[in-house]
């Protein structure tokens, strides 16, 4: 189930009013539509308010509405497989339980009227689930400008709750900094990890503009530059050097110099970005086949690059 091991860190007055309005409207059936930056922890708030209702102990699916549309409906329908077994889909495995459509704002315009039919039939197929959606967009806006079914928004936007970002929780970025520290330490077994206050306050003063995500991220690659189990502004300052080598090699015109495979994966990177992680549509923006982008993306995952590592 995806709610293992779930924790979720913070002290802040809007982080905790976060948190008491998702206890409150977990004893309800009515749908949820979590707003927020990207990484602020949307799903792990969907996943928060499937533990405290009274479907914790059913299951809780989870699907992204940012991949190829095929992938979609198969995760949403069930698919039968080479073998010819029938693979159920997520309302059907989390009957009793949750379903979670991340990046609700991210579904292919085409399954949009689909999707809602499917939804407003659960009841005739005997199907009891609760359903969340998770988007970073103004999904009003998206209904406005005609890219978003406006009876699909109205259905998730029974409830509506927004998840802070990171530069509005104060304090609490020395708090997830620590509680990251910690874990993945103990992950990698590299023991009990001390962050010095100068450490602590370099942290506070970054702009985490992918929020929680991106401060995992860089916990995790500083800890490779950490000395005698000491998380310190010189951990922090060699991987920031790092980044300067990298960036460095500027020819004349003011181009990055970079190697074919570096600017291959910088392009694909940035149409990702450009489309809300829609692969059909960065696909046909490249001008390759989804299968190629796909292969792409698992082997720049493979190498540990750190976008592709956490993509949706």
Request: glycine share 8%; proline share 1%; aromatic share 8%.
């Amino acid at each position: 189930m995806l709610t293992q091991g779930l924790v979720l860190v913070g002290n802040h007055p809007k982080f905790n009013y976060t948190l008491e309005t998702a206890r409150n409207i977990a004893v309800t059936k009515t749908p949820v539509l979590i707003c927020g930056e990207t990484g602020s922890g949307k799903k792990s708030l969907g996943m928060y308010i499937h533990q405290n209702s009274a479907r914790k102990n059913g299951q809780v699916q989870m699907v992204d509405c940012s991949e190829d549309i095929e992938e979609v409906e198969k995760s949403i329908l069930g698919f039968r497989d080479e073998t010819g077994r029938f693979n159920r889909g997520v309302l059907e495995l989390a009957n009793g339980g949750t379903v979670i459509f991340a990046n609700i704002d991210c579904l292919e315009e085409s399954f949009q009227k689909r999707l809602f039919t499917i939804l407003q039939e659960l009841p005739d197929y005997e199907l009891d689930v609760r359903v969340i959606g998770t988007t970073s967009k103004n999904l009003s806006k998206l209904v406005g400008a005609g890219k978003f079914l406006r009876s699909l928004y109205t259905y998730f936007n029974g409830i509506q709750i927004d998840t802070p970002s990171l530069k509005e929780r104060g304090t609490d970025v020395e708090l997830i900094a620590k509680h990251f520290i910690t874990s993945l330490a103990i992950e990698n077994e590299m023991g009990s990890i001390e962050i010095t206050n100068e450490a602590t306050q370099k942290l506070n003063d970054y702009s985490w503009n992918q929020n929680v995500s991106e401060l995992k991220n860089f916990i995790s690659k500083t800890l490779n530059n950490v000395e005698d189990n000491v998380f310190n502004l010189e951990a922090i300052e060699r991987g920031e050097r790092k980044v300067e080598v990298k960036l460095g090699d500027i020819d004349e015109e003011g181009f990055k110099l970079m190697s074919l495979k570096d600017a291959e994966k910088l392009l694909i990177k940035k149409a990702l970005v450009h489309t809300c992680e829609n692969r059909t549509q960065a696909a046909k923006i490249l001008g390759v086949s989804i299968r190629t982008l796909r292969n792409k993306i698992n082997e720049y995952r493979s190498e540990g690059t750190s976008y592709f590592v956490n993509l949706r």
